[in-house]
């Protein structure tokens, strides 16, 4: 069976850090595109990150130059460093593996997901 599982997620104050890491089990990792989803109170999950099981990279605007998203196919592992965190990054944050687009804004549009990391960015 397919398993995705995050950790890494917890408080930070503004202009912190955090790193998350994603560990996949019952897949070969480097068959699949990974992302990062993110899910605000109130909201919908929206894409954040994605890298290609060719090592390009994409990012969602608000997360440019803060975020770097990479990946240990060795290990079946990928991971999002999370720098400069803001107010409005606090999310239920979510990995996701596909074959398809890495950077689609709904869980149900990739192969696998997890059930996601808390990340809350507060004063």
């Known amino acids: 069976e397919v398993q995705l599982v995050e950790s890494g997620g917890g408080s930070v104050q503004p202009g912190g850090s955090l790193r998350l890491s994603c560990s996949a089990s019952?897949?070969?990792?480097?068959?699949?595109?990974v992302a990062w989803l993110r899910r605000a109170p109130g909201w919908r999950e929206y894409w954040v990150a994605g890298?290609?099981?060719?090592?390009?990279?994409y990012y969602k605007a608000a997360v440019e130059g803060r975020f770097n998203i990479s990946r240990d196919d060795a290990k079946n592992t990928f991971s999002l460093q999370m720098n400069s965190l803001k107010p409005d990054d606090t999310a239920v944050y979510y990995c996701?593996?596909?074959?398809?687009?890495?950077?689609?804004?709904?869980?149900?549009?990739?192969?696998?997901w997890g059930q996601g990391t808390q990340v809350t960015v507060s004063s």
């Open positions: 890298m290609r099981s060719n090592g390009n990279t």
């Open positions: 019952g897949l070969i990792l480097s068959n699949y595109g």
């Open positions: 996701a593996a596909t074959t398809g687009s890495v950077t689609r804004d709904l869980l149900t549009d990739y192969n696998y």
